[in-house]
């Protein structure tokens, strides 16, 4: 029997302490128990805390799947006119981290999650290019987005409710004005990937509208499936053309993963497959066959052989995007955007450095700044070259007072030098009083 369904006056017995009692109510998100004591005391527990007199609880035990048995393991919907649960459980080849982005990642859930058209997160900020941007939502409970169902209907208010990093991650959603549900994803290693479930459950009068278009709701796991880069667990199973592969491991102390990856890439494509045994990291090797999957299928381009320095040689730079200055890494980020690569953007470790890339991006749509001149990258192993000449006190303060005049900060902030920074921030104040005067 379903525990959130058990009729109140159920007679219970506390684990820890034996006591007896009666359930009063059931609370929702996550499911707690009230319980009356005779003393007239009351208390709330879980499931777990609980046993409830002529009622089996099965204790769960963790099982890992030792085959990889991919795919849909299970799904089912049910329910009343006052009640509605379903769970869909499946089994993707992925790892646990990816899983855990795409599943946090809710401006994607209109590609994959049934009954969305758009994702937007609930953001107190007058900067237009922060208000649509889910960068700036902090994933934690009670946190707010909006969704835009596939219908007339308007946006609605979800929260975040539960969210535990690469274990589960839950919310309230609602795409009509008469129900609202509890979405809830759990995801639990496996040998060979990993298992996702999907848990949503509601109460109330017309939760039966829930169980409506089940078969399209049933499918959101197959479409997840088709956009999550997948990855191959076992070394003498490998498909596609990939067998024995692994990567660069002996490489790795020298070279960006990024550069592993072209290498592993190039290798491959090449009928070499030896150095690419050596790479343990697991990551490494899916992105590698992702991009060697999406080269064969002529959706991308087959990247460059990097570089790579003679082993126990001394290496004088990083390299790599790493190695520019932040103006030549936001120039490079630009372009990279404005040439339809958003995943470089979104995903560049600095978020000064990205928010600026996509400010300008936003600037040069509209037509206010010209696009800039994309920089030369630096090859790893090699000293980058003197400039020749650095920019003076006067530029800097003239370039970073038009910068905040434009309302662009982070820069200005991020200053060390406090006099300079002051000067800066009075001669913005200034501007701005004489604008407005």
């Known amino acids: 029997m379903i525990l959130n369904r058990i009729e109140p006056g159920t007679e219970c017995t506390i684990r820890e302490s034996g006591s007896k009692g009666i359930l009063k109510k059931i609370y929702f998100y996550p499911t707690k128990f009230e319980i009356e004591f005779e003393d007239g005391k009351i208390d709330h527990y879980s499931s777990k805390d609980v046993v409830f007199d002529g009622i089996s609880q099965k204790s769960v035990s963790r099982k890992t799947l030792e085959a990889p048995e991919f795919g849909t393991l299970e799904k089912w919907s049910g329910g009343t006119f006052t009640d509605s649960e379903s769970l869909i459980r499946y089994h993707f080849s992925t790892t646990k981290d990816i899983m855990w ?23 107190e900020t007058d900067r237009y290019v922060h208000k649509y941007s889910f960068n700036q939502l902090e994933l934690i409970p009670g ?7 596939r219908t007339v209907a308007p946006y609605f208010i979800c929260r975040i409710m539960t969210i535990e990093k690469e274990k589960e991650f839950g919310f309230t959603f609602q795409t009509t004005p008469f129900t609202n549900e509890y979405v809830h994803f759990s995801i639990e290693e496996t040998k060979f990937g990993v298992i996702v479930s999907c848990h949503r459950n509601s109460s109330g009068g017309l939760s039966i509208l829930n169980q409506m278009n089940w ?27 990939l067998s024995n592969i692994s990567g660069a491991g002996s490489l790795a102390q020298n070279i960006s993963p990024d550069d592993i990856v072209a290498i592993l890439v190039n290798k491959v494509l090449d009928g070499d497959a030896e ?11 899916g992105k590698a066959k992702a991009m060697i999957v999406k080269i064969k299928r002529g959706t991308v ?16 730079s990083t390299g790599g995007v790493d190695a520019l200055s932040k103006d030549d890494q936001v120039a490079y980020l630009v372009n990279k955007g404005m040439d339809g690569d958003m995943d470089t953007v979104n995903n560049f470790e600095s978020k000064v450095v990205r928010a600026k890339a996509k400010a300008m991006i936003v600037k040069i749509k509209r037509g206010t700044v010209e696009r800039p001149p994309m920089p030369e990258v630096p090859v790893a192993g090699v000293l980058p070259k003197e400039k020749t000449s650095a920019e003076t006190d006067e530029e800097l303060m003239a370039r970073l007072i038009s910068y905040g005049l434009e309302g662009n900060m982070d820069e200005i902030n991020s200053l060390e030098n406090r006099v300079l920074r002051g000067k800066i921030k009075a001669a913005i104040m200034k501007e701005k009083r004489k604008n407005n005067g």
């Not at 946190?143 to 169902?149: E, M, T």
């Not at 150095?275 to 090797?285: P, Q, Y």
Request: aromatic share 10%.
């Open 301 to 316: 381009e087959r990247p460059p052989m990097p570089e790579v320095p003679a082993a126990g040689a001394e290496v004088n």
């Open 143 to 149: 946190s707010y987005f909006k969704v835009r169902p």
């Open 215 to 241: 078969k399209e709701k049933s499918q959101i796991f197959n479409h997840l499936n088709e956009i999550v880069p997948k990855v191959d667990f076992n070394d003498n199973l490998v498909s596609d053309d």
């Open 101 to 123: 982005k795409m599943l946090t990642s809710l401006e994607t859930y209109n590609v994959w999650f049934y009954g969305i058209q758009r994702s937007l997160p609930v953001l």
């Open 275 to 285: 150095e690419m045994t050596k790479e343990k990291s697991k990551v490494i090797r």
